[in-house]
């Protein structure tokens, strides 16, 4: 049965016609070409949103090639002279250095190129929103670019300094709305602790009710706030950050938040039993939030991908414009095979285009 058409509630549509979109090709050493080419096979998401593919043509044109003779001539695969193509090229000695699963600095710098593009494209106005492709951060190091990820690059180009990084994700089994923000992302476990600060949680907060009224039309959501240690500190046992600040700082929320539910800060361990439950099995449980915000990369992203490893979305919260990406890396070890999931790319294709016809309702 196929489920993708469901992963997001159609929108009306506007009279401002389809939402413009650019769409990297990311690594293209990665499944990055494959499962560009498989979403934009399916016509519900092309005849959904104007995309515009952001890459090199003859990379994706080889790809397309490798792909039709390993795939059955059945198997939907969008042919590269029917997209709109914003050609990025890379001249032949630097394309021959690129092989499906073996990703390294020109791989990485053309990835990079890419994104730089499809920002500079959308703050011009051409586009209204990004869906970016998988990339290797290791190889954008090694192509001189340091950065700690594709949502860091996005904050830096829009200029904007309050930013999140959330994920979203539909079930297929009973259609109830997962959505989660990183309240920190991309630094080591033990940096954590000290980067959290009631100024940090202020301002994830605020994003992440912005985010809700802006993208979602939830006006006054309830939202689950994890604790950071073991049974969320146990009164200062098993960790003092909750009883120094964490609960101090709830507390002063929910009193300038009236209009807010505002729980925790919840166990980490059990922060989660609710969504799953609506996951899986009943989305009408009492007291269920809106959304989540877990305190660390991993806090959020093991429960995320646990239940939505193949369909979840990565949305950038503070952009100008709207940005998704699926929520799965390059995948070295299957590229050019013909095996790979668009699933979550195209969930982050009909997110994309939901968000830009919401703005425009909201605007």
């Known amino acids: 049965m196929k489920t993708e058409k469901h992963l997001f509630t159609q929108p009306m ?9 650019a769409v990297t090709l990311g690594d293209p050493a990665g499944i990055g070409p494959e499962v560009v ?52 090229p890379l001249d032949t000695s ?16 053309a990835s990079f190129a890419y994104l730089q593009s499809a920002i500079a494209q959308t703050l011009a106005g051409e586009f209204q ?11 954008w190091k090694a192509a001189g670019h340091e950065y700690p990820g594709q949502t860091e690059v996005l904050a ?22 997962l959505r989660t923000l990183l309240a920190t992302t991309h630094i080591p476990l033990h940096q954590v602790p000290h980067t959290l600060t009631p100024d940090l949680m202020r301002s994830k907060l605020d994003l992440l009710v912005e985010c809700l009224r802006l993208d979602f039309g939830v006006e006054t959501p309830r939202i689950a706030i994890s604790g950071l240690n073991p049974h969320s500190g146990e009164q200062g046992q098993l960790g003092s950050e909750e009883k120094d600040w964490l609960i101090p700082w709830l507390e002063q929320e929910r009193q300038q938040r009236p209009q807010l539910q505002l729980d925790g800060p919840v166990p980490p361990d059990t922060l989660w039993v609710k969504a799953g439950q609506a996951w899986y099995d009943n989305p009408e449980i009492p007291n269920l939030p809106d959304a989540y915000l877990a305190l660390y990369h991993d806090q959020g992203l093991i429960p995320v991908k646990l239940m939505a ?21 390059t995948a070295y070890d299957i ?4 095996i790979a999931n668009a699933t979550s790319m195209k969930a982050a294709i009909q997110l994309a285009a939901q968000l830009v016809r919401h703005r425009r309702k909201e605007a």
């Open 13 to 21: 549509r506007q009279p401002l016609g389809r939402p413009r979109l």
């Open 37 to 88: 080419l498989k979403a934009l096979a399916d016509e519900e998401i092309t005849q959904d949103a104007e995309i515009t593919v952001i890459g090199s043509r003859s990379l994706l044109q080889t790809a397309y090639n490798q792909l039709r003779q390993q795939l059955h001539p059945t198997t939907p695969l969008a042919e590269p002279d029917t997209l709109s193509i914003l050609d990025i």
């Open 94 to 109: 630097r394309e021959h250095q690129i092989t499906p699963g073996l990703g390294n600095a020109v791989s990485g710098g």
């Open 129 to 139: 929103g990004i869906v970016t492709a998988p990339i290797a951060k290791s190889f």
């Open 156 to 177: 830096e180009s829009a200029g904007v300094e309050r930013f999140g990084m959330a994920f979203v994700a539909r079930s297929p089994h009973t259609h109830w709305l």
């Open 309 to 329: 490893f193949d369909r979840a979305i990565n949305t950038t919260i503070g952009l100008p414009f709207v940005r998704t990406s699926p929520d799965h890396g």
């Open 335 to 338: 590229a050019g095979q013909g």
